[in-house]
């Protein structure tokens, strides 16, 4: 798929190995293949180190939409919607 040099590439849940796995220099090299890569994940620990904004979705409604740092540093809001 990525040899087709996608617009949009959606990342459901993936694991940082598998990603290392594939050689991928996260995120510069897999920004050149894609302009806009979504990521959905739990993992707030991978989140922080590879996105530079988040998007909180609780019950398919968004819940917050700002820079990494600000909404990763609100622990409130991370703890109302099931995140901490």
């Known amino acids: 798929m990525l040899a087709c040099a996608p617009g949009l590439l959606l990342?459901?849940?993936p694991r940082r190995d598998s990603i290392r796995a594939a050689g991928a220099a996260w995120p510069p090299c897999w920004a050149?293949?894609?302009?806009t890569i979504i990521v959905a994940s739990h993992d707030l620990v991978f989140i922080q180190k590879v996105c530079a904004r988040i998007i909180v979705?609780?019950?398919?409604l968004v819940a917050a939409?700002?820079?990494a740092g600000e909404i990763l540093g609100?622990?409130?809001l991370?703890?109302?919607h099931g995140l901490a």
């Open 11 to 13: 990342l459901d849940e």
């Open 32 to 35: 050149a293949w894609a302009a």
């Open 57 to 60: 979705l609780d019950g398919g």
């Open 65 to 67: 939409d700002g820079a």
């Open 74 to 76: 609100d622990g409130a």
């Open 78 to 80: 991370l703890e109302k």
